[in-house]
């Protein structure tokens, strides 16, 4: 009978010392689990605990998409925030046909909630260059400053690795 495995997983070989190996499977025993759960509960601890790597890609994966699909797409205002980083687009009046004038403005904050960085100007989401510019200066900003350890961002990691295990 073959063994069915869901689609976004895959199969890796991976070595233990002698001990190790023994004392993962008493391990696995002594809590009723599976040596293979007991691997993947110590990974995706050890990626959350690391989390401060992953950072690119839960911003740009966040803010990108959030970004494409609010502003640039439904052109509505957008707001993100969190204890040590925010965001705000706010729509501009006197569009022409083709533009789509927006403010904006995000900064970042200490653990003491003093501004220590702050970006602001408008732009025209429907041209190009100029979003992925600005894209590309929001996430390079949110990467220096963001506090993995701040309450929602840190939720949001631990939502983040938690769906992939």
């Known amino acids: 009978m073959p063994v069915i495995t869901p689609k976004d997983t895959i199969q890796k070989t991976y070595r233990l010392e002698t001990r190790q190996a023994d004392d993962l499977e008493k391990l ?21 605990q690391n989390r401060k790597y992953f950072v690119t890609d839960v911003v740009e994966k966040q803010l990108t998409d959030e970004l494409e699909q609010i502003v640039r797409i439904r052109e509505n205002e957008y707001h993100y925030g969190t204890s040590s980083w925010s965001l705000e687009m706010l729509k501009l ?8 004038w927006f403010h904006f403005c995000y900064e970042a904050k200490n653990k003491k909630s003093k501004v220590i960085f702050k970006e602001e100007g408008e732009i025209d989401v429907k041209k190009d260059d100029e979003w992925k510019t600005f894209l590309e200066q ?16 840190a939720m949001f990691f631990h939502d983040y690795f938690a769906s992939r295990s």
């Open 28 to 48: 696995a025993k002594a809590v009723g689990r599976t040596q293979n759960e007991l691997i993947v509960m110590a990974v995706t601890e050890l990626l959350y």
């Open 93 to 100: 009046d006197g569009d022409k046909d083709g533009e789509s």
């Open 138 to 153: 929001v996430i390079a900003s949110m990467q220096l400053y963001a506090d993995v350890d701040d309450e929602e961002t």
